[in-house]
């Protein structure tokens, strides 16, 4: 009996460990196809890299790393779902010249696209200026029109809640395909039946820990009905982030960077 409890807790030391050190750091690139018959023919192959929750805790290693994966995607779009920022760590001027400074370096072939994370609030007018700064269009509660290469745009909404969803939708410019950001899944909720045909989102962090067949086991608000990696007959993408709120450890469930193609 002793043996097997011996047994019981070296492997708890052990998954404990590698999720403290080890997966929380293997930033894994997840890569998917979008295909509607609503995305313009100008639109194939364009390649839009999804980052989220980088919940900056003054690891400079880990960040860099994240800006190198996006970099190495070569990305036409890179869109940034938010949290930024830890809402418990007191940041100086220092931590925001140096999160400017990183944000700079992601190189992107077309245009960056952000929206606030709730842990943003605290830091909002800093969040702002980052993301001008460094080339990011935030939307907030609004949405842009995107070109690419000819007349027929799709239509990008940036969601902080979902009170004027409509007005949002309808464009003065004739367009099929809309792409929704929104920092907490559970916000399309309200959005059925609206024809959106693709959600982006981040928050959950994936659940923390992924039990396979079962998916994300530990629910957040915003992210208690929806904290997988994909549901697809809602078309909604949620990024796993990068960082960590209340302790940093993840099992079975690495953060990420999410890749999308449209063909």
């Given amino acids: 009996m002793k043996k097997i409890l011996m047994v019981i807790i070296l492997l708890l030391v052990v998954v404990f460990l590698y999720g403290h050190f080890i997966e929380v750091n293997n930033i894994k690139v997840l890569e998917y196809n979008l295909s509607s018959e609503n995305i313009p023919d100008s639109f194939k192959e364009l ?33 940034f779902s938010g949290d930024l920022f830890k809402s418990n760590i007191n940041y100086d001027e220092d931590d925001y010249k140096y999160l400017l ?26 969040y702002k200026d980052i993301l001008y700064e460094s080339s990011f269009t935030l939307l907030d509660n609004e949405n842009k029109l995107f070109f690419y290469k000819d007349e027929i745009p799709i239509n990008i909404i940036g969601l902080s809640d979902t009170s004027n969803i409509n007005e949002l ?25 609206l024809g959106i045909d693709l959600f982006l989102s981040g928050h959950s962090l994936g659940g923390i820990i992924n039990i396979p067949g079962v998916g994300g ?46 063909v």
């Fill in 101 to 126: 400074e990183s944000l700079k370096k992601i190189n992107v072939n077309l245009a960056k696209y952000a929206v606030i994370g709730d842990n943003d609030l605290k830091y909002i007018e800093k």
């Fill in 217 to 262: 086991i530990i629910k957040k608000d915003g992210a208690s009905t929806y904290l997988n990696k994909y549901y697809e007959d809602k078309q909604l993408y949620i990024n796993n982030g990068i960082g960590y709120e209340k302790f940093n450890f993840r099992l079975l469930n690495n953060p990420s960077i999410n890749v999308y193609r449209f």
């Fill in 169 to 193: 939708l309808n464009t003065e410019i004739e367009t099929n395909y809309q792409l929704v950001i929104t920092h907490k899944p559970d916000n399309i909720t309200a959005l059925d039946n």
């Fill in 47 to 79: 390649k839009i890299v999804h980052f989220s929750d980088i919940l900056y805790d003054k690891n400079e290693k880990l960040l860099e790393k994240v800006i190198n994966l996006i970099n190495k995607q070569n990305p036409d779009v890179v869109i």
